[in-house]
């Protein structure tokens, strides 16, 4: 669960698969800019493919409101691998790796995600494969440089606070995400920015 939505584990009856089904929260579904950040996810994920990001089945609307059907991820998130502590330096190198292949496909597509951070980045438990989730704040480079400041402030980059978008903002990102799998924490907490 987090600030915009709701991830469950679910059964595909037709496939006969587990998903993993997100749901916007009920707070959420009435707020339009939640619902066209919910569908820019959706569209977002649905254009890209590959191993290093998740994977979307589906995209619909129900009583209880908007709704992506996605691949199951089985594992943990990178903040819960961190509880216990920094990573070994080789395994922090090839997560990063990983996550740079699944950016460099995001951003070949013009899909800058503005959101890269240790709980949007899934490691599966069987290969150690890291995923990237959570394209909600996604936004597509041909949008523009200016818009709304959004994302995780202790992982923003500088230009991200002035509302530019580029693919060197999910650069920045992603070396606050490293310096915090080598030394355990982020190498500044973000307070003040707002």
Known sequence: KGGMGVVLRALDTRLKRPVAIKRVLNEMARS?????????????????????????????????????????VEGESLQE???????????????????CDGLAIAHEQGIIHRDIKPANILI??????????????ARLAEDGREGEIVGTPAYM????????????????????TVYRLLAGRVPFDGAGFF
């Open 157 to 176: 980059a500088p230009e991200q606070l002035k509302g530019e978008v580029s693919p060197a903002c999910d650069f920045y990102s992603l070396g606050v």
């Open 32 to 72: 339009k800019k939640a619902l066209s950040r919910f569908l820019t996810e959706a569209q977002a994920i649905a254009s890209l493919n590959h191993f290093n990001i998740v994977q979307i089945y589906d995209y619909g609307r129900d009583a209880e409101g908007p709704f992506i059907i996605m691949e199951l």
């Open 124 to 137: 599966r438990d069987d290969n150690n494969q890291a995923v990237i989730t959570d394209f909600g704040l």
């Open 81 to 99: 691998k961190l509880k216990t502590g920094p990573l070994e330096l080789e395994e922090a190198v090839d997560i990063t790796c990983q996550i």
